[in-house]
């Protein structure tokens, strides 16, 4: 349809203009190659006198080409204003509104709770010491997502101090991504907040210019090469441009890049991007550095060399937040450490410290003489029996073979299970034994156990003891036909009944709920 009306076309002129910036760009765009082809006219053919702007200039005239350009830079100044706020955060939803707190810390562990104490009253921060000063601090954090009613981070709060590495470690889920992803402003908390060198994270956006981030997924750019990636982050980091050059040098050393620098991104191994990933997230360096699996995937000798950079940058007080599946490098590298289930730290502190809290004793690992095949059956068998003999300990047995043994003992000391065993050496023929502590990846396991257990059923108490009858019914008379066993009287039923309700989370009972509550 043809607008005869010249208001109306002038209206939808500008109405598309303002609306629009490509169609505002175009006609700035188009003018200039009008202005430029009658310029060219002019330069080859003098004596022309012809006139070659197009039907939409010459219909609007000339003199709007000024207005075009106004709107242009209104339309950089809005779309900047657009990406600050986005960048910001400042449009990100909270939730707060939504979430309903049923929160109590007197639930929390001793430590956890003493932690959080000292991160909420200011304690580190009011002191004049540097070294006890955190560079980062997580304040009762909380991350709800009211869609799927799901609490990822539940009141989290603990402090990291200058040169210390923190690790954070549990299963997938727990909310250590999720906790990581707040800090470094990828996403809106729900309540509380994260403290980068006593700066808000989601208040001034200069504190993240302080910290770097390896993420759990690779995220580079891959159209870029190594070198160039690291050249880039430098320059972002405002490092001088005269030390740039062997900043990315000394780091492409270390971190063993020097011989893919000028691959690009998307050509390299999922070990070669682990180690970039941590290169950029150590340069500058920054003051807290947030490692979420660093080393995932990176051959051991890369590993190694790795946890000697970490090493390194501690000495150099750079502070460090690690989470690893990986026991032995958080052994090695960690000063504290913090185990989280379902978005709460279950327990923290030093490695010593949770092994000698949350320790269930001593492994032992016996080797007997070899004489015989007999022999060596009935002596381990014997060095069985003496172990369980002994009532005034919890022993364990977790493994045997032919000549060999594995024992969790409990209920006992080093020195007391050393005198043990060489006082009866020689009578139960044994060859060799190591007594070790419980490990780290142990005490990481009771903790999964646990949330295995809760997961599996729901707690009950005697009240629900009417609706689990004919559960506990139906497994009993199952057992009763399909291994012989007797049937219980109703006394006897009942008498049962209340000794599984009072263990209700002993692994039988659980197995009887997965088999029978669908």
């Known amino acids: 349809m043809i607008i005869e009306s010249r208001s109306i076309q002038k209206l939808l002129y500008w109405l598309f203009n303002v609306i629009s910036p490509s169609i505002n760009a175009q006609v700035i765009i188009t003018y200039l190659l009008a202005k430029k082809s009658r310029l060219c006219n002019l330069i080859t053919n003098p004596l022309s006198t012809s006139n070659l702007p197009t039907k939409l200039l010459k219909s609007i005239g000339d003199d709007t080409i000024e207005w075009n350009i106004g709107i242009l830079v209104l339309h950089i100044l809005l779309f900047l204003l657009i990406l600050i706020i986005i960048d910001s955060g400042l449009l990100q939803l909270s939730f707060s509104c939504l979430y309903k707190s ?60 200058r040169g210390e590495a923190f690790g954070l470690l549990g299963y997938n889920g ?19 907040t994260a403290y980068i060198d006593e700066q808000n994270v989601h208040r001034r956006i200069r504190s993240t210019r302080h910290l770097g981030y390896c993420p759990q997924e690779n995220c580079s750019m891959d159209f870029l090469t ?26 492409s050393s270390l971190f063993l890049l020097n011989p893919f620098l000028n691959n690009y991104i998307h050509e390299l191994s999922g070990g070669t991007k682990r180690r970039l990933h941590t290169a950029i997230a150590l340069i500058g360096p920054p003051l807290v550095a947030i490692l979420d699996e660093p080393t995932t995937g990176v051959d051991p000798n890369a590993r190694q060399q790795m946890q000697e950079i970490f090493l390194n940058a501690i000495k150099a007080k750079l502070t460090i937040i690690l989470t690893s599946h990986s026991m032995d490098e958080c052994e090695r590298v960690c000063n504290r450490l913090g185990i989280m289930v379902r978005g709460q730290l279950a327990c923290l502190g030093t490695i010593q410290h949770l092994k000698s809290k949350f320790g269930q004793g001593y492994t032992i690992e016996i080797k007997v003489r070899s004489i015989d095949n007999d022999t060596n059956t009935i002596t381990i068998q014997n060095v069985q029996a003496f172990l369980l003999s002994q009532k005034q300990y919890h022993v364990e047995i977790k493994e045997t073979t032919q000549s060999t043994g594995l024992f969790q003992i409990g209920g006992s000391t080093p020195a007391e299970l050393f005198q043990l065993l060489e006082e009866n050496k020689q009578r139960l023929n044994i060859e060799t034994y190591t007594i070790s502590q419980t490990t780290l990846e142990q005490i990481f396991l009771s903790f999964g156990k646990q949330i295995r257990a809760t997961d599996d059923i729901e707690i009950v108490n ?26 219980l009287n109703d006394d006897a039923f009942m008498s049962v009944a209340r000794v599984l309700i009072a263990n209700i989370n002993q692994e039988g009972f659980q197995l009887i709920v997965r088999d029978f509550k669908d």
């Open 226 to 251: 190594v070198q160039d990636s690291l050249y880039l982050l430098a320059r972002i980091r405002g490092i001088k441009p005269s030390r740039i050059k062997s900043i990315v040098e000394t780091i």
């Open 462 to 487: 005697e009240n629900d003891l009417d609706d689990l009858l004919p559960l506990i019914r139906a497994h009993c008379e199952y057992h009763h036909q399909a291994e012989q066993v007797p049937l």
């Open 102 to 161: 049923n929160f109590d810390e007197n639930q929390l562990d001793d430590d956890v709770l003493a932690e959080r104490h000292r991160v909420l009253n200011n304690e580190t921060n009011s002191s004049h010491n540097e070294e006890h000063i955190d560079h980062l601090t997580v304040n009762n954090l909380v991350k709800y997502y009211p869609i799927r009613k799901v609490l990822a981070v539940n009141h989290l709060t603990f402090g990291a101090r």
């Open 174 to 192: 727990a909310g250590k991504t999720t906790t990581f992803r707040i800090v470094v402003g990828d996403l809106m908390s729900t309540q509380g």
